[in-house]
């Protein structure tokens, strides 16, 4: 039974940092990726990352989030600097492949973890 658990996030004021991790059991995947979700705002992925390292992020995080992952220990983690309030979302860890330049979702999905960035 595959099993994702997120840790992190919490309350941080705009410009700081915060780092979620991801701890993925049951199975191996080639790639892992972060999507978040706003109140009333679709889910959407923010980052992912191949089992090679190679990293693809949206437009709006890119410079100021890194993902990385640890495959000896099948974790994938999120670094958020620059925070700013669009960021306030439930983050989600995923698992999926890399299919030529595209990152194919799996249905796994951590429980979420609340990111909230005040002004």
């Known amino acids: 039974q595959v099993q994702l658990v997120e840790s992190g996030g919490g309350l941080v004021q705009a410009g700081g940092s915060l780092s979620l991790s991801c701890a993925v059991s049951?199975?191996?995947?080639?790639?892992m990726a972060w999507y978040r979700q706003a109140p009333g705002k679709q889910r959407e992925r923010v980052a992912c990352?191949?089992?090679?390292?190679?990293?693809k992020y949206t437009d709006s995080v890119k410079g100021r989030f890194t993902v990385s992952r640890d495959n000896g220990k099948n974790e994938v983690y999120l670094q958020m600097n620059s925070l700013k309030p669009e960021d306030t979302a439930v983050y989600y860890c995923?698992?999926?492949?890399?299919?030529?330049?595209?990152?194919?979702?799996?249905?796994?999905w951590g429980q979420g973890t609340q990111v909230t960035v005040s002004t």
């Open positions: 990352i191949s089992s090679g390292g190679n990293t």
């Open positions: 995923n698992v999926g492949q890399i299919r030529g330049p595209l990152y194919v979702s799996r249905d796994y």
């Open positions: 049951g199975s191996t995947f080639n790639a």
